[in-house]
Nanobody, 125 residues
Framework: QVQLVESGGGSVQAGGSLRLSCAVF????????MGWFRQAPGKERVGVAG????????SYADSVKGRFTISQDKAKNTVYLQMNSLKPEDTATYSC??????????????????WGQGTQVTVSS
């Protein structure tokens, strides 16, 4: 059973930066897909970034390209989301997700079966 624990959310002014962390427990080896998703009040959950644990491929939503970077530290079993040049429209609850194996679309929530509890990001203008 894989467990995911997010941290790093908070409040920041527009133009600022935050780094979210997703600690992965219960994963020991093999291929896996990891994604970061966000959900704003009254809106659907959308994927913002994803990567394959044992591959080089990453994927980003158009709305965050050039501002957000997903990365991993295999030694720490942690996936990060570095968020720069934050905008008020980035305000949402951010959650990480995981699935063993490679999913066909890193930004599609339907392929993930393990979710963290979420962390709030608030960007003020």
């Amino acid at each position: 059973q894989v467990q995911l624990v997010e941290s790093g959310g908070g409040s920041v002014q527009a133009g600022g930066s935050l780094r979210l962390s997703c600690a992965v427990f219960g994963y020991t080896y093999g291929s896996a897909s990891m994604g970061w998703f966000r959900q704003a009040p009254g809106k659907e959950r959308v994927g913002v970034a994803g990567l394959y644990i044992d591959g080089d491929r990453t994927s980003y939503a158009d709305s965050v390209k050039g501002r957000f970077t997903i990365s991993q530290d295999k030694a720490k079993n942690t996936v990060y989301l570095q968020m720069n040049s934050l905008k008020p429209e980035d305000t949402a609850t951010y959650s990480c997700a995981a699935r063993m194996g490679w999913v066909p679309d890193l930004l599609s929530s339907e392929y993930y079966n393990n979710w963290g509890q979420g962390t709030q990001v608030t960007v003020s203008s």
